[in-house]
Structures are given as C-alpha cells and as structure tokens.
C-alpha cells in the first residue's frame, strides 16, 4: 500500500519562504510522476507543480512560476517544493500526489484524475 506523507507547512509572513517534504513508504516512487496540489478553503483542489521520474521535467502554474521549485530524491523516495516569495494566495492546504505510472506528455501533469496515491495534506498559511 503506497503512503504519502507531506510536513514543512506552517505559518509564515508574505514574502517569506518554506520547504514542504512529501515521504513515500510501501512501492518506490522513482518510476512514478509526483506532483503537488493544493485547496484553500472554499476552492477546488488546484495542481501546482509537477515532476517525471527522472527530475528531469517539471511543470508549474502559472500562479507559481518563478517562485516554486519542485524536485525530487529517489534514492531517499521523496520529493519536494521550495516555495518563495510567498503571498496571501498561496494559503492552502498542500497535497503530495503519485501517478501509477509515467505520464506521456506534459499536459497529463496538470490533471488531477492521473494521480493514483494522495497525501494527507499540509497547511500552509501566509499572513500578510
């Protein structure tokens, strides 16, 4: 049974930076694509950064751009996002997501229904 395992969120002021871990237990996640999702309260769940097996692809919203880093450690089984520039907007619960397998072009990334395995989540709140 695949587990996901997100921490790093917490409270921080606008502008300010954190780090969120997604850890896997049970199957390995080097031959999965990963992403990151996230829901403020009242929204649906939007797709944030993606990444392929190798770390080689990744892929944003637009809203992150420039801010975000997605990456991913396969010999730890973990992937991860670096936020920067944080803002008001970003207050959202962020979910680790794993595909069952590789996805065949970029647009796949985007879409939550090719995700397989879901975190529980983690808080991320920017004051401004």
């Known amino acids: 049974q695949e587990q996901l395992v997100e921490s790093g969120g917490g409270l921080v002021q606008a502008g300010g930076s954190l780090r969120l871990s997604c850890a896997a237990s049970g199957r390995t996640l080097s031959s999965r694509a990963m992403g990151w999702f996230r829901q403020a309260p009242g929204e649906e769940v939007e797709f944030v950064a993606g990444?392929?097996?190798?770390?080689?692809?990744?892929y944003y919203a637009d809203s992150v751009k420039g801010r975000f880093t997605i990456s991913r450690d396969n010999a730890k089984n973990a992937v991860y996002l670096q936020m920067n520039a944080l803002k008001a907007s970003d207050t959202a619960v962020y979910y680790c997501a794993a595909s069952l397998g590789l996805l065949p072009s970029a647009s796949y990334y985007f879409d939550r229904d090719q995700y397989e395995y879901w975190g529980q989540g983690t808080q991320v709140t920017v004051s401004s």
């Open positions: 990444i392929n097996w190798s770390g080689l692809s990744t």
